[in-house]
């Protein structure tokens, strides 16, 4: 998460089955469950060059697989505890980067955990934090050979790095990035 869990919180539950037998009437289930309130960051990254390979060199078959992968990461929500919890939040912010160098993690954006103060809530301080450390990576090493970048954000956050990058939608995520991972080919 990019914040500090501070201390969990217990949800006490029970269980009652009222068909069961007179003679065995009582509690089916009764417990305590642990749970938290978090803001996630998710990565991944694909290596367009070896995943050609793997899918036998078929440009059309790898597109498609790219597609794919990339708006199931962005749609996929676990499965654990939804039916306690409901957890099915969209991401607050999609980005895309289509390079030529090595793979980048944002994850040291929230090695100072994040929090909510005055600024902002939880989430819109998470993504003010992404967008400086972006800034704060672009600045140091240079873009590292990125043919696009898109961002999308549901919050209301002034980004400062990724600004000239931002797209209306995570439709325009997905389009600028597959166009730049297959030139020519259009998404």
């Not at 269980?15 to 003679?23: G, S």
């Not at 944002?106 to 998470?126: E, I, Q, Y």
């Amino acid at each position: 998460s990019t914040n500090k869990i501070h201390s969990m919180e217990m949800d006490y539950y029970t269980a009652v089955d009222d068909l069961k037998p007179n003679d065995t009437a009582g509690a089916d289930m009764i417990g305590t469950v642990e749970f938290n309130s978090a803001c996630f960051y998710r990565y991944a990254n694909l290596d367009l060059g070896q995943l050609t390979k793997n899918l036998q060199n078929d440009a059309e078959l790898t597109q498609k697989t790219v597609e794919a992968f990339i708006k199931a990461s962005i749609h996929a929500v676990p499965t654990g505890k939804q039916n306690s919890f409901a957890a099915h939040n969209p991401p607050s912010l999609v980005l895309a980067v289509v390079r030529d160098g090595s793979p980048v993690s944002l994850a040291n954006a929230f090695v100072k955990p994040v929090s909510p103060n005055h600024h902002g809530d939880l989430v819109s301080n998470s993504i003010a934090e992404l967008d400086k450390y972006y800034g704060q990576l672009t600045k140091m090493y240079g873009d590292g050979g990125a043919k696009a970048t898109a961002v999308c954000v549901l919050e209301d956050v002034e980004l400062k790095s990724l600004k000239d990058h931002v797209k209306e939608s995570v439709q325009e995520v997905i389009i600028t990035a597959i166009n730049a991972a297959f030139p020519g080919k259009g998404a």
